[in-house]
Protein backbone atom coordinates (compact mmCIF):
# COMPACT_ATOMS: atom_id res chain seq x y z
CA UNK A 1 0.00 0.00 0.00
CA UNK A 2 1.67 3.02 -0.93
CA UNK A 3 1.45 6.50 1.11
CA UNK A 4 -1.00 9.19 0.09
CA UNK A 5 1.12 11.99 -2.13
CA UNK A 6 1.04 15.50 -0.98
CA UNK A 7 3.39 18.84 -2.31
CA UNK A 8 6.58 18.98 -0.16
CA UNK A 9 6.05 22.39 0.89
CA UNK A 10 3.55 25.23 0.45
CA UNK A 11 4.08 28.53 1.66
CA UNK A 12 2.40 32.30 2.51
CA UNK A 13 2.21 35.43 3.86
CA UNK A 14 0.26 35.72 7.17
CA UNK A 15 -3.82 36.37 6.27
CA UNK A 16 -3.31 34.32 2.64
CA UNK A 17 -4.58 31.06 2.03
CA UNK A 18 -3.00 27.78 1.26
CA UNK A 19 -4.09 24.81 0.16
CA UNK A 20 -2.23 21.16 0.82
CA UNK A 21 -3.32 18.29 -1.91
CA UNK A 22 -3.66 14.86 -1.00
CA UNK A 23 -3.91 12.03 -4.01
CA UNK A 24 -4.63 8.55 -3.37
CA UNK A 25 -6.94 5.95 -5.03
CA UNK A 26 -10.15 4.99 -4.98
CA UNK A 27 -9.41 2.19 -2.50
CA UNK A 28 -8.43 4.79 0.54
CA UNK A 29 -9.52 8.51 -0.10
CA UNK A 30 -11.95 8.10 -2.81
CA UNK A 31 -13.17 5.00 -1.71
CA UNK A 32 -14.37 6.43 1.96
CA UNK A 33 -15.29 9.67 4.15
CA UNK A 34 -12.48 8.94 6.68
CA UNK A 35 -9.79 11.30 5.94
CA UNK A 36 -8.29 12.92 8.40
CA UNK A 37 -4.88 15.79 9.05
CA UNK A 38 -2.70 16.17 11.64
CA UNK A 39 -0.55 19.30 12.42
CA UNK A 40 3.02 18.58 13.64
CA UNK A 41 5.65 21.19 15.21
CA UNK A 42 8.79 19.97 15.43
CA UNK A 43 9.94 17.51 18.25
CA UNK A 44 5.91 17.35 18.82
CA UNK A 45 3.35 14.88 18.25
CA UNK A 46 0.82 14.78 15.74
CA UNK A 47 -2.21 16.84 16.59
CA UNK A 48 -5.58 15.80 14.73
CA UNK A 49 -6.80 19.20 12.94
CA UNK A 50 -9.57 17.28 11.05
CA UNK A 51 -11.75 14.14 10.71
CA UNK A 52 -13.66 12.47 8.18
CA UNK A 53 -13.07 14.45 5.67
CA UNK A 54 -14.38 17.96 6.81
CA UNK A 55 -14.87 18.02 10.44
CA UNK A 56 -13.10 19.90 12.82
CA UNK A 57 -12.21 18.65 16.41
CA UNK A 58 -13.14 21.01 19.46
CA UNK A 59 -10.27 23.62 20.02
CA UNK A 60 -9.20 23.49 16.13
CA UNK A 61 -9.62 26.82 14.70
CA UNK A 62 -11.89 27.27 11.44
CA UNK A 63 -9.44 28.51 9.79
CA UNK A 64 -8.97 25.11 9.06
CA UNK A 65 -11.15 23.34 6.87
CA UNK A 66 -11.32 19.74 4.60
CA UNK A 67 -13.04 18.97 1.36
CA UNK A 68 -12.61 15.85 -0.54
CA UNK A 69 -12.73 15.43 -4.72
CA UNK A 70 -12.71 12.04 -6.22
CA UNK A 71 -9.53 10.76 -4.86
CA UNK A 72 -7.94 13.83 -4.08
CA UNK A 73 -8.66 15.09 -0.53
CA UNK A 74 -7.62 18.92 0.32
CA UNK A 75 -6.58 20.69 3.71
CA UNK A 76 -7.05 24.91 3.50
CA UNK A 77 -5.63 27.22 6.38
CA UNK A 78 -6.97 30.51 5.55
CA UNK A 79 -6.29 33.89 7.40
CA UNK A 80 -2.42 31.96 7.66
CA UNK A 81 -0.91 32.84 11.17
CA UNK A 82 2.47 32.50 11.90
CA UNK A 83 1.34 29.64 14.24
CA UNK A 84 0.60 27.42 11.48
CA UNK A 85 4.09 27.35 10.42
CA UNK A 86 4.64 23.26 10.78
CA UNK A 87 4.75 19.95 9.12
CA UNK A 88 0.69 18.40 7.92
CA UNK A 89 0.14 14.91 6.81
CA UNK A 90 -2.99 13.50 5.93
CA UNK A 91 -4.81 9.96 6.48
CA UNK A 92 -6.95 7.63 5.45
CA UNK A 93 -8.52 4.00 5.80
CA UNK A 94 -8.18 2.08 3.30
CA UNK A 95 -9.77 -1.58 4.49
CA UNK A 96 -6.62 -3.93 5.69
CA UNK A 97 -4.20 -0.50 6.12
CA UNK A 98 -4.67 3.09 7.17
CA UNK A 99 -1.71 5.00 5.03
CA UNK A 100 -0.43 8.49 5.59
CA UNK A 101 0.39 10.96 3.30
CA UNK A 102 4.05 12.47 2.59
CA UNK A 103 3.97 15.36 4.24
CA UNK A 104 3.91 18.82 3.56
CA UNK A 105 5.82 21.34 5.31
CA UNK A 106 4.29 24.92 5.51
CA UNK A 107 5.93 28.05 5.62
CA UNK A 108 4.89 30.92 6.89
CA UNK A 109 6.99 34.03 5.23
CA UNK B 1 -7.49 14.05 30.79
CA UNK B 2 -6.49 10.86 28.57
CA UNK B 3 -2.85 10.51 28.19
CA UNK B 4 -0.32 7.67 26.52
CA UNK B 5 3.21 7.58 27.18
CA UNK B 6 5.73 5.28 25.11
CA UNK B 7 8.46 3.35 27.07
CA UNK B 8 11.17 0.82 26.30
CA UNK B 9 14.74 0.61 25.48
CA UNK B 10 16.31 3.12 23.25
CA UNK B 11 18.78 1.24 21.54
CA UNK B 12 18.17 -2.75 19.70
CA UNK B 13 20.38 -4.54 18.37
CA UNK B 14 20.03 -5.97 14.53
CA UNK B 15 17.96 -9.57 14.57
CA UNK B 16 16.68 -8.99 17.74
CA UNK B 17 13.34 -7.50 19.17
CA UNK B 18 12.36 -4.65 19.61
CA UNK B 19 9.60 -4.18 22.62
CA UNK B 20 7.83 -1.52 23.64
CA UNK B 21 4.92 -0.09 25.78
CA UNK B 22 2.03 2.03 25.75
CA UNK B 23 0.35 3.10 29.10
CA UNK B 24 -2.89 4.59 29.22
CA UNK B 25 -3.72 7.15 32.18
CA UNK B 26 -7.04 9.24 32.09
CA UNK B 27 -9.10 6.14 30.59
CA UNK B 28 -10.08 2.90 31.07
CA UNK B 29 -8.63 0.39 27.36
CA UNK B 30 -11.44 -1.71 28.45
CA UNK B 31 -14.08 0.93 27.96
CA UNK B 32 -13.84 0.78 24.05
CA UNK B 33 -11.67 2.32 21.19
CA UNK B 34 -9.17 0.81 19.31
CA UNK B 35 -5.28 1.63 19.86
CA UNK B 36 -2.61 1.86 17.70
CA UNK B 37 0.94 2.11 16.90
CA UNK B 38 2.85 4.50 14.50
CA UNK B 39 6.02 5.05 13.70
CA UNK B 40 7.84 8.32 12.17
CA UNK B 41 11.55 8.00 10.15
CA UNK B 42 12.84 10.99 8.18
CA UNK B 43 12.87 9.70 4.84
CA UNK B 44 9.62 7.42 5.08
CA UNK B 45 7.17 9.61 7.39
CA UNK B 46 4.45 8.27 8.75
CA UNK B 47 3.57 4.37 8.81
CA UNK B 48 0.85 2.73 10.66
CA UNK B 49 1.82 -0.41 11.82
CA UNK B 50 -1.06 -2.11 13.86
CA UNK B 51 -4.26 -1.62 15.47
CA UNK B 52 -5.57 -3.44 18.47
CA UNK B 53 -9.06 -3.19 20.10
CA UNK B 54 -10.00 -3.11 23.80
CA UNK B 55 -10.86 -7.18 23.09
CA UNK B 56 -8.14 -7.78 21.73
CA UNK B 57 -9.08 -7.95 17.83
CA UNK B 58 -5.63 -7.21 15.93
CA UNK B 59 -5.13 -5.40 12.63
CA UNK B 60 -2.01 -5.13 11.05
CA UNK B 61 0.42 -3.41 7.95
CA UNK B 62 0.55 -5.61 5.34
CA UNK B 63 3.92 -4.84 4.90
CA UNK B 64 5.13 -5.26 8.33
CA UNK B 65 2.91 -8.34 9.76
CA UNK B 66 4.81 -11.03 9.68
CA UNK B 67 7.56 -9.36 12.11
CA UNK B 68 4.92 -7.59 14.58
CA UNK B 69 2.81 -8.69 17.27
CA UNK B 70 0.48 -6.54 19.25
CA UNK B 71 -1.07 -6.81 22.47
CA UNK B 72 -3.41 -5.53 25.43
CA UNK B 73 -2.88 -5.79 29.04
CA UNK B 74 -6.50 -4.00 30.20
CA UNK B 75 -6.05 -4.82 34.27
CA UNK B 76 -3.47 -2.58 33.97
CA UNK B 77 -4.04 -0.25 31.13
CA UNK B 78 -1.26 -0.82 28.51
CA UNK B 79 -0.60 -2.21 25.32
CA UNK B 80 2.31 -3.55 23.64
CA UNK B 81 4.23 -3.72 21.00
CA UNK B 82 6.90 -6.50 19.67
CA UNK B 83 8.69 -5.80 16.18
CA UNK B 84 11.20 -8.73 15.81
CA UNK B 85 14.11 -9.34 13.22
CA UNK B 86 14.80 -5.96 13.25
CA UNK B 87 17.60 -3.61 10.62
CA UNK B 88 18.38 -0.27 10.62
CA UNK B 89 15.38 0.31 8.61
CA UNK B 90 13.03 0.08 11.86
CA UNK B 91 15.43 3.27 13.74
CA UNK B 92 12.00 5.41 14.20
CA UNK B 93 10.27 7.40 16.70
CA UNK B 94 7.56 5.14 17.48
CA UNK B 95 4.15 6.96 19.03
CA UNK B 96 1.06 4.97 20.86
CA UNK B 97 -2.17 6.88 19.93
CA UNK B 98 -5.64 6.10 20.34
CA UNK B 99 -8.13 5.43 17.27
CA UNK B 100 -11.87 6.17 17.16
CA UNK B 101 -13.30 4.19 14.52
CA UNK B 102 -17.09 3.25 14.23
CA UNK B 103 -20.37 4.98 14.16
CA UNK B 104 -18.88 6.33 10.76
CA UNK B 105 -15.64 7.64 12.16
CA UNK B 106 -12.33 6.71 11.55
CA UNK B 107 -9.27 8.84 12.93
CA UNK B 108 -6.08 8.94 15.70
CA UNK B 109 -7.53 11.53 18.35
CA UNK B 110 -5.04 10.88 21.12
CA UNK B 111 -1.29 10.42 20.61
CA UNK B 112 1.92 9.93 23.13
CA UNK B 113 4.86 12.31 22.76
CA UNK B 114 6.92 9.19 20.67
CA UNK B 115 10.22 7.14 21.67
CA UNK B 116 13.19 6.95 19.75
CA UNK B 117 14.12 3.98 18.81
CA UNK B 118 17.45 3.07 17.30
CA UNK B 119 18.56 0.19 15.73
CA UNK B 120 22.61 -0.54 15.94
CA UNK B 121 25.08 -2.80 17.43
Known amino acids: QSALTQPRSVSGSPGQSVTISCAGT?????????VSWYQQHPGKAPKLIIYDVTKRPSGVPDRFSGSKSGNTASLTISGLQAEDDADYYC?????????FGTGTKVTVL | QVQLQESGPGLVKPSETLSLTCTVSGYSISSGYYWVWIRQTPGEGLEWIAT?????????NPSLKSRVTISVDTPENQFFLQLRSVTAADTALYYCARYVFGDGSCYFDLWGQGTLVTVSS
Open chain 2, 52 to 60: ISHRGDSYY
Open chain 1, 26 to 34: SSDVGGYNY
Open chain 1, 91 to 99: SSYAGTNTP
